[in-house]
């Protein structure tokens, strides 16, 4: 239909409504991940869409409501048609008649079409009053909108429809422009188009919501957590507040970016009293272990487990409470942690790898 065709048009709803959710949608998604970001290694767009899809619900419902609204409720009149909301029927189709009946009780229009033709007019009120319980409700809306009426259309072929409008004036002096004097024949009943568009807002996205809070849960109740464990294979635990408090502060910002919670401790080999390592693990979030031991081992490293998402085991040389000590760091989805030799000489990354991976495997446990 091209735009010279429009007669008339008629929306239930204006346009701002519309504007104002989405523009509220939007300063969620971008303004909440900034106050309040999320914990762990979250990147911003997930952080972003997050928020939008779940703490925007109410918005969603808002614009689903709105739009549902000004599409069903949409009236357009054409030179051939006249469509409200999903529905389409011929103009040729409706009673010119009862278009003059309605347009007599209109007073403003009624004087624009003076004088009327001379029409049974008792006969097309009795009609009226008729259609009025018998109607076919055009648009596809289960019921009009609050506070818009209803009104009855009376067809060529004696059935009706109903149009909801709070301007029938216009409806009405609309369509005595385009209705033809002699009735089209054919079939009356108005034409529906796809439903494809709502059901992708009524079902699709819903689904898609439900099915991502449904994963998050799912996600969150398999994930796996750590604590520091009692022993890791041949070390005991045996802490040194001393020793925990200047090696701690090395690793504390990187913790703290990545990780929900975490702890620090001083590993002793079995019969041995004095610490030979120290510890610092904890559980998180983690979207990007090689980041969080990039962030904490730096760039010049032996990397023995690459690994991506599902876990990544790294070592380097650091300048530690003054003194350059072997370091060796894992990091997965869930938890990561850093092992320091505290020994002289030091041991070489393979064996302190094995380190850290008996503390991982000791202190790592699936919740759900």
Known sequence: MGHGDTVYRWNVLPWWPLALCWAALAALAVVMPIVKPARGDVPFVVDALGYALVWGIPAWVALLTMWSVRHFGR????????????????????????????????????????????????????????????????????????????????????????????????LVGALLDVVPETPVTGPSQPRRLGVLLPVVLVVVLPGLIVGGLVWYVGAAGGRTAFALPDRAGDL??????????????????????????????????????????????????????????????????????????????????????????RVCGWADAGTAGFVVGLDAPAEGYAALAARARAVRAAGTRTEG
């Open 75 to 170: 009236i357009v009149v054409t030179r051939t048609e006249l469509r409200v909301g999903r529905h389409r029927l011929p103009v040729g189709r409706l009673s010119r008649d009862h278009l003059y009946l309605l347009a007599r009780d209109l007073p403003g229009l009624r004087a624009r079409l003076e004088p009327l033709p001379d029409l049974p007019w008792p006969r097309l009120r009795l009609l009226a009053r008729q259609a009025r319980w018998s109607g076919k409700p055009l648009g596809g809306a289960f019921a009009a909108p609050f506070g818009v009426s209803t009104h009855p259309l009376l067809l060529a072929g004696g059935s009706a429809v109903e149009v909801a409008t709070r301007d029938l004036a216009g």
């Open 236 to 325: 005991v635990r045996r802490d040194d507040a001393g020793l925990i408090g200047g090696m701690a502060s090395a690793f504390t910002e990187a913790a703290r970016r990545h990780l929900d919670t975490h702890a620090a401790a001083t590993y002793a080999r079995d019969g041995e009293t004095r610490p030979a390592y120290f510890v610092l693990g904890g559980e998180g979030t983690v979207q990007s272990p090689p980041r969080l031991l990039r962030q904490a081992l730096g760039t010049d490293v032996q990397r023995l487990d690459p690994g991506g998402r599902e876990g990544a085991l790294w070592c380097a040389t650091r300048k530690l409470a003054g003194t350059w000590r």
